[in-house]
């Protein structure tokens, strides 16, 4: 049972550097969502797609933009990688909006 | 708004030790309470759930009851082990999560 998978799990960037975060699900979820967890900071959330085809602004998306690609995919993207975005950054789903969050293992980003 | 509050960490406790984390919470309705368990270097897993006043939430010897008078949600257990030791994160649903900032759990032997 894969669940949430996010790719690639450690990622090193140079300022300036853009990549894009992976994240994909295989439980048919609705919707999908995007946190940072810094330390003393618990999870912000940056974007969410509350259903294939949307997509909002969470609590702190400056720097970053997100796709949902289809029903199962659900990217992150930052254009232009500064320091203050190095972070833990973890993919969730869940049913619908108001339903569990399934959580991804995270990727750990160091922008240098 | 909606918000969660929980207390500072760490907490570090030897093993059969009693464990209280105390959490409560700002809602402007009547919200899903949550506690998930985040394990080093993994995601957050689901612990235990609530969804309304009085009920009480239970998994692997954590409990936690939904208290509307102190808008509560304390997570308890009554003997913890060595393989206890997680960060905790308080939660609610109110059409979309909040999270609590976690609380960082180690029990020594």
């Known amino acids: 049972n894969a669940g949430v998978t996010q790719t690639p799990k450690f990622q090193v960037l140079k300022t300036g550097q853009s990549m894009t975060l992976q994240c994909a699900q295989d439980?048919?979820?609705?919707?999908m969502y995007w946190y940072r967890q810094d330390p003393g900071m618990g999870l912000r959330l940056i974007y969410y797609?509350?259903?294939?085809?949307?997509?909002d602004k969470g609590e702190v998306p400056n720097g970053y933009n997100v796709s949902r690609l289809n029903k199962r995919e659900f990217s992150l993207r930052l254009e232009s990688a500064a320091p203050s975005q190095t972070s833990v950054y973890f993919c969730?789903?869940?049913?619908?909006?108001?339903?569990?969050?399934?959580f991804g293992a995270g990727t750990r980003l160091s922008v240098l | 708004g909606n918000s969660v509050t929980q207390m500072e960490g760490p907490v570090t406790l030897s093993e059969e030790a009693f464990l209280t984390i105390n959490c409560t919470y700002t809602?402007?309705?009547?919200?899903?309470l949550f506690w998930y368990v985040q394990y080093p270097g993994e995601g957050l897993q689901l612990l235990l759930k609530?969804?309304?006043?009085?009920d009480k939430g239970s998994n692997k010897g954590f409990e936690a009851t939904y208290r509307k008078e102190t808008t509560s949600f304390h997570l308890e257990k009554g003997s913890v082990q060595v393989s206890d030791s997680a960060v905790y994160f308080c939660?609610?649903?109110?059409?979309?999560?909040?999270f609590g900032t976690g609380t960082s759990l180690t029990v020594i032997p």
């Open positions: 939660a609610l649903n109110w059409g979309q999560f909040y």
């Open positions: 969730a789903s869940s049913l619908g909006t108001e339903n569990i969050q399934y």
């Open positions: 609530a969804t309304k006043a009085d």
């Open positions: 797609s509350a259903s294939e085809g949307t997509t």
């Open positions: 439980m048919n979820h609705n919707s």
């Open positions: 809602a402007t309705g009547y919200p899903s």
